[in-house]
Every structure is written in C-alpha cells, then in structure tokens.
C-alpha cells in the first residue's frame, strides 16, 4: 500500500474558510477510487485548528509518533 505524506499551508487570511477541508476531503475521495493508500500528515502540536480538520476529515492521531511539538496523523484509505 503506497504512502502519501500529505502538507499544506495557507496564508492566514484564508484560515477558517474551510479551504483546506475541502481539498483534503477531494483528495481522499479521488485517492479512494484507486485502491489503498495511507496519507501521513504531521502539524505543529500548538495547531489545533489544523488538527481538527485532520481528525474531520477521519484522520487518527498517532499517539506513539506524536513529539512535544508535532503531532501526527494517519488516514488508511481502502
């Protein structure tokens, strides 16, 4: 099963706009139409806006790779 390390940013004045949940959420849905992958994501640990649309979008937090200042998240697509 392949791995997708997935990263964004947008400038502060798109935040909140849903922007990012969205594309996520089409990627995902493309993704499912062509087998199994695994998406990795990682965000900063005082990010938590950027986490919610992580675990939003059906994200898992991976309590065993998760650092004081980074979290990180998995999404197994089959």
């Known amino acids: ?3 997708i390390h997935l990263g964004y940013f947008f400038g502060e004045q798109y935040w909140g706009q849903g922007y990012a949940t969205e594309i ?9 139409n062509k ?3 695994r998406l990795l994501a990682g965000v900063d640990a005082d990010n938590i806006a950027s986490a919610r649309v992580l675990e939003k979008v059906g994200f898992k937090k991976l309590h065993e790779r998760t650092t004081v200042s980074r979290s990180f998240f998995e999404l197994v697509i089959s």
Do not use: A, C, Y
């Not at 996520?24 to 499912?32: K, P, T």
């Open 35 to 37: 087998g199994e992958s």
């Open 1 to 3: 099963m392949p791995t």
């Open 24 to 32: 996520i959420n089409g990627l995902v849905s493309d993704l499912g």
